[in-house]
């Protein structure tokens, strides 16, 4: 039975963990299927065609092999789980746990590790969402390790077929099949819990980074000035409705000229207008019809006069006596407010600038009629009030000034749609929104298909980039004991971490070389150890001729074919021929004393590899890839380099986030830059992730004189 939940939140890991094995019980007979017809067909990698067979005929029976594979799963889903709860800090240092991995485990660790990066590759969307979930779910600023991740599921798999089946050939078999075409459905795995951390409200926002702190602190202030400007709005709307003009009328909208808040730009793409809008401004009788005669003298009015030329103020004054309310009259006033900002807001171009003029009179009918067009980011009408600004300043970063281009067309035929005229005004919004996004996917297709060479190089170099990374972790597993004789281990990690690099990066194409790798290195490691027995000294002899053959072939690939390779075969030669030679009739004190030595020995050179480490690889001990999680497509920076600004775009992120692919506005130039660098450059100040407000919160702010004294307790104090 499942543990009680103690809280919310482990609830709701709890219905996460239910979800995982009700989605694996219901795809566990197709994938059975598909996998026992992949084990019979007649061309698969190298092995003995019996295991195949065997591990076919035994997948027959899934409803057997189901309950195993949902215990072990279930079990390492909590295991993953509550290693990510908080652990006391041990008071001393001679308190903290020691504990020996076992060399078996720690292989099959990395063995679980290279099977999962193709599927880590495939669902690398899937899991950065649900991660930022996990994270936000668990009050961290992100999850350095996915419980949920491919791995899991591959190590459970494998536990279960040990415990169905106890040969050892038929769960090799199965194993090296496992592809993301023939696994379980990961994807709708992790779709299903993502549904269900959403269905409780655990957002997947960015996560702030160590160098956006500064930003941590706006968006609390953010939040308060919300709701500040909530309750005035609340408080200006109930006095115009009911007991008259608001007393103090508006504050002096002296926006002309000023630019974009703290800076231009907005993060991950979204509408320049704020995600969750004023709650709580909902007021009574919102959505209510206009007055007939309004409408009628709103139509009534010239183009000039009501869309560019006088300004909505002029509107107040020009209504006939007794037209407008006293609530009318303060809508035109903070609606004129808005377009004042957006008018003196030098970010936007000039040219977006003029087409959002346009839109005065559309919007002053939208915001009549329904109020929440100040209280609701996403109301239709203020959703393409703040699109059309934030585009409008991206050409100004993008320095796109020409009006005949496809992205202004686009712009100019939303507004044209949205200034129908008509009882469905919401609707005509609502409609000149989704062309207008349905245009910016165009945009967004034509910019992929222009960086379609630099992201399949980056693509290639970041495949390259993770396959050393793992060979570096399978040598430096095995070499880490102290146990292995310099002049291997010396060629493991100088030579043979080459040779597992092409081996991973071929794995794909050529399933098994990264077993056949592997495997020569094994031997090579038991070859050079002692043999204290005739059988074992027989079997290293046997061994020997296959043995050198398959690490010449593999150092063909790498085409290492100087000198030091000679040397290497003769040093390894003497190391064999002193095994061979070795006295086998050594008395038992003195194999005990030569043992006693030897773990001395490796003792000494694990505390030299001990004492090298910390600085080596505690420089960073946060990996970028997860200091960049809150970064998304369509972000842009500002790059300084010997005292020259430019603007550029985040225009693509690798699946593993170890790349990022940068564009100017005119897609002309493309640079790519590793995920270390970036961290570097925003650290240093040299990158700045341009962000900004949308021009309806910042106009009704100033227009409501909700400052920064008023929700910040440091201006205030």
Same mark, same amino acid.
């Given at each position: 039975?499942?543990?009680?939940?103690?809280?919310?939140?482990?609830?709701?890991?709890?219905?996460?963990?239910?979800?995982?094995?009700?989605?694996?019980? @219901?795809?566990?007979?197709?994938?059975?299927?598909?996998?026992?017809?992949?084990?019979?067909?007649?061309?698969?990698?190298?092995?003995?065609?019996?295991?195949?067979?065997?591990?076919?005929?035994?997948?027959?029976?899934?409803? =057997?092999?189901?309950?195993?594979?949902?215990?072990?799963? *279930?079990?390492?889903?909590?295991?993953?789980?509550?290693?990510?709860?908080?652990?006391?800090?041990?008071?001393?240092?001679?308190?903290?746990?020691?504990?020996?991995?076992?060399?078996?485990?720690?292989?099959?660790?990395?063995?679980?590790?290279?099977?999962?990066?193709?599927?880590?590759?495939?669902?690398?969307?899937?899991?950065?969402?649900?991660?930022?979930?996990?994270?936000?779910?668990?009050?961290?600023?992100?999850?350095? +390790?996915?419980?949920?991740?491919?791995?899991?599921?591959?190590?459970?798999?494998?536990?279960?077929? !040990?415990?169905?089946?106890?040969?050892?050939?038929?769960?090799?078999?199965?194993?090296?099949?496992?592809?993301?075409?023939?696994?379980?459905?990961?994807?709708?795995?992790?779709?299903?819990?993502?549904?269900?951390?959403?269905?409780?409200?655990?957002?997947?926002?960015?996560?702030?980074?160590?160098?956006?702190?500064?930003?941590?602190?706006?968006?609390?202030?953010?939040?308060?000035?919300?709701?500040?400007?909530?309750?005035?709005?609340?408080?200006?709307?109930? $006095? %115009?409705?009911?007991?008259?003009?608001?007393?103090?009328?508006?504050?002096? =909208?002296?926006?002309?000229?000023?630019?974009?808040?703290?800076?231009?730009?907005?993060?991950?793409?979204?509408?320049?207008?704020?995600?969750?809008?004023?709650?709580?401004?909902?007021? %009574?009788?919102?959505?209510?019809?206009?007055?007939?005669?309004?409408?009628?003298?709103? !139509?009534?009015?010239?183009?000039?006069?009501?869309?560019?030329?006088?300004?909505?103020?002029?509107?107040?004054?020009?209504?006939?006596?007794?037209?407008?309310?006293? !609530?009318?009259?303060?809508?035109?006033?903070?609606?004129? /407010?808005?377009?004042?900002? +957006? %008018?003196?807001?030098?970010?936007?171009?000039?040219?977006?600038?003029?087409?959002?003029?346009?839109?005065?009179?559309?919007?002053?009918?939208?915001?009549?009629?329904?109020?929440?067009?100040?209280?609701?980011?996403?109301?239709?009408?203020?959703?393409?009030? *703040?699109?059309?600004?934030?585009?409008?300043?991206?050409? %100004?970063?993008?320095?796109?000034?020409?009006?005949?281009?496809?992205?202004?067309?686009?712009?100019?035929?939303?507004?044209?749609?949205?200034?129908?005229?008509?009882?469905?005004?919401?609707?005509?919004?609502?409609?000149?929104?989704?062309?207008?996004?349905?245009?910016?996917?165009?945009? *967004?297709?034509? /910019?992929?298909?222009?960086?379609?060479?630099?992201?399949?190089?980056?693509?290639?170099?970041?495949?390259?980039?993770?396959?050393?990374?793992?060979?570096?972790?399978?040598?430096?597993?095995? &070499?880490?004991?102290?146990?292995?004789?310099?002049?291997?281990?010396?060629?493991?990690?100088?030579?043979?971490?080459?040779?597992?690099?092409?081996?991973?990066?071929?794995?794909?194409?050529?399933?098994?070389?990264?077993?056949? @790798?592997?495997? !020569?290195?094994?031997?090579?490691?038991?070859?050079?150890?002692?043999?204290?027995?005739?059988?074992?000294?027989?079997?290293?002899?046997?061994?020997?001729?296959?043995?050198?053959? =398959?690490?010449?072939?593999?150092?063909?690939?790498?085409?290492?074919?100087?000198?030091?390779?000679?040397?290497?075969?003769?040093?390894?030669?003497?190391?064999?021929?002193?095994?061979?030679?070795?006295?086998?009739?050594?008395?038992?004190?003195?194999?005990?004393?030569?043992?006693?030595?030897?773990? $001395?020995?490796?003792?000494?050179?694990?505390?030299?590899?001990?004492?090298?480490?910390?600085?080596?690889?505690?420089?960073?001990?946060?990996?970028?890839?997860?200091?960049?999680?809150?970064?998304?497509?369509?972000?842009?920076?500002?790059?300084? *380099?010997?005292?020259?600004?430019?603007? &550029?775009?985040?225009?693509?992120?690798?699946?593993?986030?170890?790349?990022?692919?940068?564009?100017?506005?005119?897609?002309?130039?493309?640079?790519?830059?590793?995920?270390?660098?970036?961290? $570097?450059?925003?650290?240093?100040?040299?990158?700045?992730?341009?962000?900004?407000?949308?021009?309806?919160?910042?106009?009704?702010?100033?227009?409501?004189?909700?400052?920064?004294?008023?929700?910040?307790?440091?201006?205030?104090?």
């Amino acid at each position: 039975m499942p543990p009680r939940a103690v809280s919310p939140r482990h609830a709701v890991l709890e219905e996460a963990i239910g979800i995982a094995l009700r989605e694996v019980r @219901a795809g566990f007979a197709t994938f059975c299927t598909a996998l026992a017809a992949r084990l019979l067909e007649p061309c698969q990698p190298p092995g003995d065609p019996r295991d195949r067979l065997r591990a076919a005929s035994l997948l027959r029976d899934h409803a =057997t092999l189901l309950p195993l594979v949902l215990g072990a799963l *279930e079990r390492a889903l909590r295991e993953e789980l509550a290693q990510l709860a908080p652990q006391p800090r041990p008071s001393r240092e001679a308190d903290q746990p020691l504990a020996l991995v076992p060399y078996e485990e720690m292989d099959q660790r990395v063995a679980f590790a290279a099977m999962a990066r193709p599927f880590d590759a495939a669902h690398a969307d899937a899991l950065a969402t649900l991660n930022a979930r996990l994270a936000r779910l668990l009050e961290r600023h992100t999850l350095r +390790v996915n419980p949920f991740r491919p791995e899991v599921f591959i190590a459970a798999l494998h536990q279960a077929w !040990a415990g169905f089946d106890g040969e050892e050939g038929s769960g090799t078999a199965v194993m090296a099949l496992l592809q993301a075409d023939c696994f379980l459905d990961l994807g709708g795995i992790y779709a299903a819990v993502d549904r269900a951390l959403d269905g409780h409200g655990v957002l997947a926002g960015p996560v702030r980074r160590p160098w956006a702190r500064q930003d941590i602190q706006a968006q609390a202030h953010d939040a308060r000035r919300e709701a500040r400007l909530a309750s005035q709005l609340r408080e200006f709307f109930g $006095q %115009s409705g009911a007991d008259g003009a608001p007393q103090g009328g508006l504050a002096s =909208t002296q926006t002309s000229g000023q630019p974009g808040g703290r800076g231009s730009g907005q993060t991950g793409g979204q509408t320049s207008g704020q995600a969750s809008g004023l709650t709580g401004g909902a007021i %009574s009788g919102q959505a209510a019809a206009l007055d007939p005669r309004l409408l009628e003298w709103l !139509a009534s009015m010239p183009p000039a006069q009501g869309a560019n030329a006088v300004p909505l103020a002029s509107l107040k004054r020009a209504a006939p006596r007794g037209m407008l309310s006293r !609530a009318d009259e303060g809508t035109i006033d903070l609606l004129g /407010a808005v377009f004042e900002t +957006v %008018s003196g807001d030098q970010a936007i171009s000039p040219e977006s600038r003029e087409l959002l003029q346009l839109l005065q009179l559309p919007l002053l009918k939208a915001a009549l009629a329904d109020k929440e067009f100040f209280f609701q980011a996403e109301h239709p009408a203020r959703t393409l009030l *703040e699109l059309l600004s934030r585009m409008g300043w991206e050409r %100004s970063l993008a320095g796109a000034e020409r009006r005949d281009d496809r992205q202004f067309q686009a712009m100019r035929r939303s507004v044209d749609l949205a200034a129908r005229d008509g009882d469905a005004a919401t609707t005509a919004f609502a409609q000149a929104v989704r062309e207008l996004e349905a245009a910016l996917k165009v945009e *967004e297709a034509d /910019a992929a298909a222009a960086l379609a060479v630099p992201v399949a190089s980056a693509l290639k170099q970041e495949k390259t980039a993770t396959a050393r990374r793992a060979a570096r972790d399978a040598v430096a597993l095995r &070499v880490g004991t102290g146990e292995v004789v310099a002049v291997v281990e010396a060629f493991l990690e100088n030579k043979w971490t080459d040779v597992l690099t092409v081996a991973y990066s071929i794995d794909d194409d050529k399933p098994g070389a990264v077993r056949h @790798a592997t495997q !020569a290195m094994d031997d090579l490691l038991w070859s050079v150890r002692p043999k204290l027995g005739a059988e074992e000294r027989k079997a290293l002899i046997a061994k020997l001729p296959g043995l050198l053959a =398959t690490l010449n072939r593999w150092l063909d690939v790498i085409k290492w074919q100087d000198a030091d390779r000679l040397r290497f075969f003769a040093e390894l030669a003497d190391c064999h021929a002193s095994i061979v030679r070795a006295p086998l009739d050594m008395p038992a004190e003195r194999r005990l004393e030569l043992s006693v030595q030897a773990t $001395q020995l490796a003792a000494e050179r694990r505390l030299a590899r001990a004492a090298q480490a910390p600085r080596t690889a505690g420089v960073a001990r946060t990996a970028p890839e997860d200091e960049l999680a809150g970064l998304a497509r369509g972000t842009w920076f500002d790059f300084t *380099e010997e005292g020259v600004s430019r603007k &550029v775009k985040l225009a693509w992120i690798s699946p593993l986030r170890s790349l990022y692919i940068f564009s100017s506005g005119t897609r002309q130039e493309a640079f790519s830059l590793p995920a270390q660098d970036l961290v $570097q450059r925003l650290n240093a100040g040299t990158a700045t992730v341009l962000q900004a407000e949308g021009v309806v919160v910042r106009a009704l702010s100033r227009a409501l004189a909700v400052n920064d004294a008023d929700t910040d307790p440091a201006v205030a104090a």
